[in-house]
């Protein structure tokens, strides 16, 4: 008999059930989260469009008697507003050229945005940093006169310096002095405005002839070329190119990757010999430049004079844009031509449904309620898959 004992056998451990989505890039998992919550949004404005209508109210009075009558009304309500919607924003070339129109300020404004939030920023300044690139950019249009194409450019590289100087001034405070970037931003931007308003009252910036607040109208050398009759300028073509330089800046180049490595983990950074503080100061150039730039489109291209309303939301916008974009160049595109789409397809349907204008904006403000939440649209949406490392790129952002 062998005196030696057998070993027993380890048993092999439990196989385990496969995660969902786990061949999916993060990229991926992230637009599908994306696309849910734009869902979401749009029946809660259906909602909003039923509770609203004047049809439904009446269906809803005899409801008892002839249930289907409300159905039937509620559909009609939600179906006829959201295909206005659609027709307003992509019906004809005359519409997608309005819907691109409107998207190019919020896609340069928004990587502004995106651009600090990889750095680990939350820049809510753009709006003032759009003010200040589009007040150099019209005294460059309308008092300078200069050859076509040399105009425009030179036009364009004031509006860049103009929002780079005022986005500087944040980095610079942030990195010499510790102060927190959203609270200099918001200051900033009541002093864009207000500067702006001052400025307007003076005989440089005030159109002769004229005592309201507006400025001579930009030269035709320095305008955006347009496509036909329509308001699409060149400025969307810039726009596109913006995000391409942002995509190479942050992927690409030796300057990027101590941005995205700074925006990680500042200390971390800062212990591998980094300069936290010039990365924060070339982050808020470059965002300020390209919050300058969506101010040239507005008043080289869009609107031409200057007025105290030239920045309208477009600042404010480019942060639920970025948000939507989840700081990515693609993404903040993307998110850009949804929100111009919205814009431009709601007045259509204000004119045709006489619903109120306001609806798209309470839909773009709930897409960034659900993409802001992505446990939320889960637990709605079951078949999600989950993110690796689920809001990276907003934590990035939100906590540098």
Same mark, same amino acid.
Request: hydrophobic share 55%.
């Given at each position: 008999?062998?005196?030696?004992?057998?070993?027993?056998?380890?048993? %092999?451990?439990?196989?385990?059930?496969?995660?969902?989505?786990?061949?999916?890039?993060?990229?991926?998992?992230?637009?599908?989260?994306?696309?849910?919550?734009?869902?979401?949004?749009?029946?809660?404005?259906?909602?909003?469009?039923?509770?609203?209508?004047?049809?439904?109210?009446?269906?809803?009075?005899?409801?008892?008697? %002839?249930?289907?009558?409300?159905?039937?009304?509620?559909?009609?309500?939600?179906?006829?507003?959201?295909?206005?919607?659609?027709?307003?924003?992509? *019906?004809?070339?005359?519409?997608?050229?309005?819907?691109?129109?409107?998207?190019?300020?919020?896609?340069?404004?928004?990587?502004?945005?995106?651009?600090?939030?990889?750095?680990?920023?939350?820049?809510?300044?753009?709006?003032?940093?759009?003010?200040?690139?589009?007040?150099?950019? !019209?005294?460059? *249009?309308?008092?300078?006169?200069?050859?076509?194409?040399?105009?425009?450019?030179?036009?364009?590289?004031?509006?860049?310096?103009?929002?780079?100087?005022?986005?500087?001034?944040?980095?610079?405070?942030?990195?010499?002095?510790?102060?927190?970037?959203?609270?200099?931003?918001?200051?900033?931007?009541?002093?864009?405005?207000?500067?702006?308003?001052?400025?307007?009252?003076?005989?440089?910036?005030?159109?002769?002839? @004229?005592?309201? &607040?507006?400025?001579?109208?930009?030269? !035709?050398?320095?305008?955006?070329?347009?496509?036909?009759?329509?308001?699409?300028?060149?400025?969307?073509?810039?726009?596109?190119?913006?995000?391409?330089?942002?995509?190479?800046?942050?992927?690409?180049?030796?300057?990027?990757?101590?941005?995205?490595?700074?925006?990680?983990?500042?200390?971390?950074? @800062?212990?591998?010999?980094?300069?936290?503080?010039?990365?924060?100061?070339?982050?808020?150039?470059?965002?300020?430049?390209?919050?300058?730039?969506?101010?040239?489109?507005?008043?080289?291209?869009?609107?031409?004079?200057?007025?105290?309303?030239?920045?309208? !939301?477009?600042?404010?916008?480019?942060?639920?844009?970025?948000?939507?974009?989840?700081?990515?160049?693609?993404?903040?595109?993307?998110?850009?031509?949804?929100?111009?789409?919205?814009?431009?397809?709601?007045?259509?349907?204000?004119?045709?449904?006489?619903? &109120?204008?306001?609806?798209?904006?309470?839909?773009?403000?709930?897409?960034?309620?659900?993409?802001?939440?992505?446990?939320?649209?889960?637990?709605?949406?079951?078949?999600?898959?989950?993110?690796?490392?689920?809001?990276?790129?907003?934590?990035?952002?939100?906590?540098?």
């Amino acid at each position: 008999m062998s005196t030696e004992t057998e070993a027993a056998p380890v048993p %092999a451990p439990p196989a385990k059930e496969p995660q969902r989505g786990a061949g999916l890039p993060s990229w991926a998992v992230q637009g599908l989260v994306s696309l849910s919550a734009i869902v979401l949004a749009l029946l809660v404005g259906a909602i909003l469009i039923i509770i609203g209508d004047d049809q439904v109210q009446k269906a809803v009075g005899y409801f008892g008697a %002839a249930p289907m009558d409300t159905l039937s009304a509620a559909l009609t309500a939600v179906g006829e507003a959201y295909k206005s919607l659609a027709v307003g924003a992509l *019906g004809g070339w005359t519409p997608i050229s309005e819907s691109l129109t409107q998207a190019t300020p919020l896609i340069c404004g928004g990587l502004a945005v995106s651009l600090a939030f990889r750095t680990g920023l939350f820049n809510i300044g753009a709006q003032g940093q759009l003010i200040a690139g589009a007040i150099l950019a !019209s005294y460059v *249009g309308f008092a300078w006169h200069l050859p076509p194409v040399l105009h425009l450019i030179v036009a364009i590289v004031a509006g860049l310096i103009g929002g780079a100087l005022w986005g500087g001034v944040v980095g610079l405070l942030k990195a010499r002095t510790g102060a927190h970037e959203v609270i200099v931003t918001i200051m900033l931007n009541y002093v864009a405005i207000y500067l702006l308003a001052w400025l307007l009252t003076t005989s440089t910036f005030q159109r002769p002839g @004229r005592t309201d &607040p507006i400025s001579p109208i930009v030269d !035709s050398n320095a305008q955006y070329p347009k496509f036909g009759d329509t308001r699409l300028h060149v400025g969307f073509l810039v726009a596109l190119v913006a995000a391409v330089f942002v995509w190479w800046l942050l992927n690409r180049s030796t300057i990027g990757f101590e941005l995205r490595a700074v925006g990680a983990n500042a200390d971390a950074s @800062r212990t591998a010999g980094m300069s936290v503080g010039r990365a924060y100061v070339i982050a808020m150039v470059v965002a300020g430049a390209l919050a300058g730039l969506a101010g040239t489109q507005q008043v080289l291209g869009t609107d031409l004079p200057l007025t105290d309303g030239v920045a309208a !939301s477009v600042g404010f916008d480019a942060i639920t844009v970025a948000l939507l974009g989840r700081g990515t160049p693609l993404g903040t595109v993307l998110a850009g031509l949804l929100f111009g789409a919205l814009n431009a397809g709601g007045l259509q349907m204000q004119l045709i449904t006489q619903t &109120p204008l306001t609806l798209t904006t309470v839909l773009q403000a709930v897409i960034v309620l659900f993409v802001a939440a992505p446990a939320l649209v889960r637990s709605i949406f079951r078949f999600l898959p989950k993110e690796r490392g689920v809001g990276a790129v907003l934590a990035k952002g939100w906590n540098g």
